[in-house]
């Protein structure tokens, strides 16, 4: 992949606030359609590194990758 690789902070979906969820979705289709080639990392309150669910924004790559906060470092 050519593309820019970004991460999306501080708007994690599926967190029950509707605000943080549009902007999330937002920021998405932003990149989806003036930088088709990205991979997208949506940091949120899940576990390890996870594909998202496609369909939505098939011209980027999204995953989700769990940041929590712990006395566990990884």
Request: glycine residues 14%; positive net charge.
């Amino acid at each position: 992949m050519t593309g820019l690789r970004v991460i999306l902070a501080g708007a994690a979906l599926g967190n029950g606030n509707r605000g943080i969820e549009a902007l999330a979705l937002s920021v998405m289709g932003s990149v989806s359609q003036h930088s088709p080639d990205t991979r997208l990392t949506v940091l949120d309150d899940g576990w390890g590194i996870r594909s998202a669910p496609g369909g939505r924004h098939p011209q980027i790559q999204v995953e989700y990758a769990g940041v929590r906060r712990s006395r566990r470092w990884h």
